[in-house]
């Protein structure tokens, strides 16, 4: 393993592997052990999008991990003013022992990753969000004791989270139902990876326009934002369109009894989940924003250690 770019690239045993590392993490700084696997390494952090979690998060876990974080802002770096992704790859390669990034295009990620002799940790594109994923699969094992045999149904966009999501529940034999209006599906090639992962493992995969289809006796129920980050211009039609897959107590009522509601953040009450609900019992929601970090924490080491 040496990027973190896609769980689809990912064996069973990795993720399942980061997810360990990531729970002992956890635990070991809770009880007030330190691990400075990383000192003396610098982290080079690239955002061409805002982040709230994945920044902070990136940062403390870098810091905790004896090392140092560099924000690089897409806007102060010449990459912003056209300078090739090679050249940026070539060198940064010569100061940094990691990359992350967090960029539109999903190919970007894939060039600087090719072109760098460092780890590329992938920190969201309009593709995928594996870091996120990762955290969302740690808090479903804190909350339901195992993964394999769950179901999470993901009612919404089919977008960069939904795609994660789907390669995720595939690796830790979760089952995974994903309900998206007509128009605004899962991409077609990461839903053919994504069968061919589900084949692997033996689970379901269900696609479907329903949501109450989808979230039927679901032991996790996801959703995200209806506009992601560069959909801006398509928020009032995306509004009118998304309605219906609004995560509400009504539709909750189909899950289990004892299903979690989960977001990666940042939510939008009152459209795609209602504050009942997300701010209900059953919302393990800050959960999640805290495992960024100590999962984030288990790539590192594993990347960068
Ligand atoms: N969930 C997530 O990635 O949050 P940020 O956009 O705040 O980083
Ligand atoms: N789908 C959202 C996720 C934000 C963490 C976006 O890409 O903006």
Redesign the pocket.
């Known amino acids: 393993m040496k990027d973190l770019i896609s769980l689809h690239d990912l064996s069973s045993d990795e993720v399942k592997g980061l997810l360990e590392l990531g729970l002992k993490l956890k635990k070991e700084l809770k009880s007030g052990i330190e691990h400075h696997i990383l000192k003396g390494k610098t982290l080079g952090m690239i955002f061409t999008?805002?982040?709230?979690?994945?920044?902070v998060s990136f940062e403390v876990g870098m810091t905790q991990l004896g090392g140092y974080p560099l924000f690089l802002s897409s806007n102060d770096i010449q990459l912003g003013r056209g300078e090739t992704i090679h050249d940026t790859a070539k060198v940064l390669e010569r100061y940094l022992d990691g990359i992350m990034i967090?960029t539109y295009a999903h190919s970007d990620v894939i060039e600087l990753a090719e072109e760098a002799n460092i780890p590329v940790i992938n920190?969201?594109t309009d593709l995928l969000?594996p870091?996120?994923v990762l955290a969302d699969l740690m808090t479903t094992y804190e909350h339901k004791g195992k993964l394999e045999g769950l179901k999470l149904a993901y009612i919404g966009d089919g977008n960069n989270m939904a795609h994660s999501l789907m390669y995720g529940c595939a690796k830790v034999g979760m089952d995974c139902a994903i309900a998206a209006p007509k128009g605004y599906e899962c991409n077609s090639e990461v839903v053919e990876n994504a069968k061919a992962d589900f084949k692997a493992s033996g689970r379901t995969l269900i696609l479907t326009e329903d949501p109450v289809e989808a979230i039927k006796n679901a032991d996790v129920v996801y959703t995200d934002t209806w506009v992601s980050m560069g959909q801006e211009s398509e928020k009032a039609e995306r509004q009118k369109i998304f309605m219906p897959y609004q995560v509400n107590k009504e539709l909750f009522k189909n899950a289990d009894n004892d299903a979690v509601f989960m977001h990666?953040?940042?939510a939008y009450r009152g459209f795609e989940v209602t504050k009942d609900v997300i701010d209900g019992p059953h919302s393990v929601i800050f959960d999640e924003?805290e495992n960024?970090l100590h999962a984030q924490k288990a790539v590192m080491a594993t990347l960068m250690g």
């Open positions: 999008k805002s982040s709230t979690r994945t920044r967090r920190a969201l969000h870091c996120q990666c953040l940042p924003a960024r």
